[in-house]
């Protein structure tokens, strides 16, 4: 990704200050994709999921 120094600047201090709300945004948004995903896989595969890359 290319910025330049003040928009990295910039997206720092935007990231700090909504740090809990965006944590709390992807960890809903994981389990509605995994709630979705799982709904259509076989153990085996959820499985494949489950392992250490």
Known sequence: MELK??????LCVFL??????LCKELYSLK???EKELFNS??????QV?????
């Not at 700090?16 to 709300?21: A, C, D, G, T, V």
Request: proline share 4%; hydrophobic share 25%; aromatic share 4%.
């Open 5 to 10: 120094q003040e928009e990295k600047k910039a």
């Open 16 to 21: 700090r200050k909504h740090e809990q709300e």
């Open 31 to 33: 389990y509605r994709l």
């Open 41 to 46: 896989l076989t153990i085996e595969e959820i």
């Open 49 to 53: 999921l489950d392992k250490p890359v």
